[in-house]
T-cell receptor, first 115, second 110 residues
């Protein structure tokens, strides 16, 4: 079974530029998560989708970050404009559906460096 | 108080040792508990779910103490390959939102 796919794997941009990340979840997984992981910290949830609807985006900096999940499958996360503090690994995860004790499957992540 | 707290370590232990980590959570109504493992520069992967009765998988044992609001992970007969960061995950009550701890780093030494 194919895992969660993400691209690009690495991205280096200058502050104030824009960047977009793409995620393809495991086939059939209804729930999709975007996390930000800063070095030395645990993943922090940015946004959670259930099919193509947003379940939680309370920690998404909406003045600069946006995300969408068209047709309930692939998702993109965009940062515009980027700040130095956005340097982090952006992890996409998916799970079958919203239940307790749900296993999340993570993609390899996109490492973003903002200069 | 943080929702999920872990000692960041590192815990340096010799091969063959037994090591235990705790993770405290702030909301007594949380229902779901997990341990994930994250290798250096890799994505997190589920190690174990944690059930009320406790559960064991080979050398790994996870326990939940609701009265004191913590979960624990015990690793017996540590291997070099156990070196990783262990992330504690707890759900926010009434939601399917999962809060990750900062992780506990384990180094198993030859």
């Amino acid at each position: 079974e194919a895992g969660v796919a993400q691209s690009p794997r690495y991205k280096i941009i200058e502050k104030r530029q824009s960047v977009a990340f793409w995620c393809n979840p495991i086939s059939g997984h209804a729930t999709l998560y975007w996390y930000q992981q800063i070095l030395g910290q645990g993943p922090k949830l940015l946004i959670q989708f259930q099919n193509n609807g947003v379940v939680d985006d309370s920690q998404l900096p909406k003045d600069r970050f946006s995300a969408e999940r068209l047709k309930g499958v692939d998702s993109t996360l965009k940062i515009q404009p980027a700040k130095l503090e956005d340097s982090a690994v952006y992890l996409c995860a998916s799970s079958l559906g919203p239940t307790y004790q749900e296993t999340q499957y993570f993609g390899p992540g996109t490492r973003l460096l903002v200069l | 108080r943080k929702e999920v707290e872990q000692d960041p370590g590192p815990f340096n232990v010799p091969e063959g040792a037994t090591v235990a980590f705790n993770c405290t959570y702030s909301n007594s109504a949380s229902q779901s508990f997990f341990w994930y493992r994250q290798d250096c520069r890799k994505e997190p992967k589920l190690l174990m779910s944690v059930y009320s009765s406790g559960n064991e998988d080979g050398r790994f044992t996870a326990q939940l103490n609701r009265a004191s609001q913590y979960i624990s992970l015990l690793i017996r007969d540590s291997k070099l390959s156990d070196s990783a960061t262990y992330l504690c995950v707890v759900n926010r009550p009434g939601t399917y939102k999962y809060i990750f701890g900062t992780g506990t780093r384990l180094k198993v030494l030859a």
